[in-house]
């Protein structure tokens, strides 16, 4: 069995919904938290040629239970401090 690697946000997961999320590339291991409200993502993948964002989009959709597919990068393709939208 797959070890889940953050907070289940299925309950969240409302078409429409946007997620506000602190990014750290080039991190140890891939995992999402949430501190004080805040979701904060780490990936192994660097920030190039929208690896990171991709990373990102993959634990995103696995937390809130929906296909990779169904969530848009809205703000901060270049930035750490990313917007997500869930369609």
Request: aromatic fraction near 2%.
């Amino acid at each position: 069995m797959a070890r889940p690697r953050g907070p289940d946000l299925t309950a969240r997961a409302i078409p429409g919904a946007e997620f506000a999320l602190r990014v750290t590339p080039r991190a140890s291991r891939n995992q999402l938290t949430e501190e004080d409200g805040q979701l904060r993502a780490q990936v192994t993948a660097v920030p190039e040629d929208g690896r990171a964002n991709k990373a990102v989009s993959e634990l995103l959709a696995e937390a809130l239970g929906v296909a990779k597919t169904r969530l848009t990068l809205v703000r901060g393709a270049t930035s750490r401090e990313k917007v997500f939208r869930l369609d």
